[in-house]
């Protein structure tokens, strides 16, 4: 069948609009696409002591509820874990799941244990230099420690986190158990681990520091 010059032209503009609108889509900007967060820490993120069986969730659970199915959060976290082992276990975690953001909560049980706040800081220094290497923004989740270790091992241990903040432009939560550490209706029986009531409060502490970073390219 002939077909008429009005419907040939009409087809071709038709094409061309169908071309644009694939090409416009294959360039959206990087802020539309879902990001991963990556969440390495020890039990405060790992949920340690609630009873996920009866619905209590950690923050790490509930950071993915708030964000939804548009981003990812893979919970890295192992209880009892150190920098040490976080920076051992970094390279192939970044490598299986390409995250976008990282956010490392680790140095509390260093600190505990009464390591050297020099090896707990260069540890978390090489830790956060692999993230950005890997094409990721780190946030650091910074921790406190008892008065009992003493002021010295106290003071040095508050201000690690802001200096490796500084050193490496990571993004940075002063205190992940600000408003909490010090409220026992907010802590389990050790006193150590916050209990369910205390995890949306975990999660607003993170998520001023944290919005910005998934709003961002």
Do not use: C
């Amino acid at each position: 069948m002939r077909r008429s010059p009005a419907f040939l032209i009409g087809l071709l503009w038709g094409s061309l609009l169908v071309a644009a609108l694939a090409a416009a889509a294959g360039h959206a900007p990087a802020s539309d696409a879902g990001k991963t967060v990556l969440v390495m820490g020890n039990s405060i993120s790992a949920a340690y002591g609630l009873q996920t069986g009866k619905g209590e969730r950690g923050w790490v659970e509930l950071l993915q509820e708030r964000l939804g199915p548009r981003h990812r959060v893979v919970n890295a976290s192992i209880s009892g874990d150190t920098t040490v082992g976080g920076l051992a276990r970094l390279p192939k975690t970044l490598a299986t799941h390409e995250p976008d953001i990282v956010v490392i909560e680790l140095g509390g049980n260093d600190g505990l244990r009464g390591y050297p706040v020099a090896s707990i800081r260069a540890n978390l220094l090489a830790m956060t230099r692999a993230v950005l290497a890997a094409g990721a923004k780190p946030v650091l989740a910074g921790m406190q420690m008892t008065p009992n270790l003493g002021p010295r091992y106290t003071r040095s241990f508050r201000r690690m986190y802001p200096d490796v903040a500084a050193e490496t432009g990571a993004a940075l939560v002063p205190f992940i158990l600000e408003g909490v550490a010090l409220d026992e209706n907010l802590m389990q029986r050790d006193g150590i681990h916050p209990n369910a009531k205390a995890q949306p409060l975990l999660l607003e502490n993170v998520w001023p520091v944290l919005e910005p970073l998934l709003e961002g390219d």
